[in-house]
């Protein structure tokens, strides 16, 4: 099982980016999918999940109308896009799978699967 993130740079507060996550080796259309971020000195935390179909989705209250998860399951692909990007947005993006039957993950154990992360910095 792989998840490959992606999509991560050094943007200016209010610049957009938008983060992609292909899996490969599992059943992506079986598995909710999800983005945490960790900040230098902080402990990981949610950010948005999607449900197996993407109809559903949760997101962190701080993210909520700037963020925007979405699944391309025809592409094993899951998406972030993060727009008014803020410098407490900065951290290092994860994604991961979860097979369960929690149809919009929200915890960091819920979660089977993860990548290894792309780093986002904003500047003020």
């Known amino acids: 099982v792989q998840l490959q993130a992606s999509g991560g740079g050094l943007v200016q507060a209010g610049a957009s980016l938008r983060l992609s996550c292909a899996a490969s080796g599992l059943s992506f259309s079986s598995a909710a999918v999800g983005w945490f971020r960790q900040a230098p000195g902080k402990e990981r935390e949610f950010v948005a999940a999607a449900s197996r179909s993407g109809e559903n989705t949760g997101y962190l209250d701080s993210v909520k109308g700037r963020f925007t998860i979405s699944r391309d399951n025809a592409k094993n692909t899951v998406y972030l896009q993060m727009n008014s990007l803020k410098p407490e947005d900065t951290a290092v993006y994860y994604c991961?799978?979860?097979?369960?039957?929690?149809?919009?993950?929200?915890?960091?154990?819920?979660?089977?699967?993860w990548g290894r992360g792309t780093q986002v910095t904003v500047s003020s």
């Open positions: 991961a799978a979860a097979f369960s039957n929690i149809g919009v993950p929200l915890r960091e154990y819920d979660y089977n699967f």
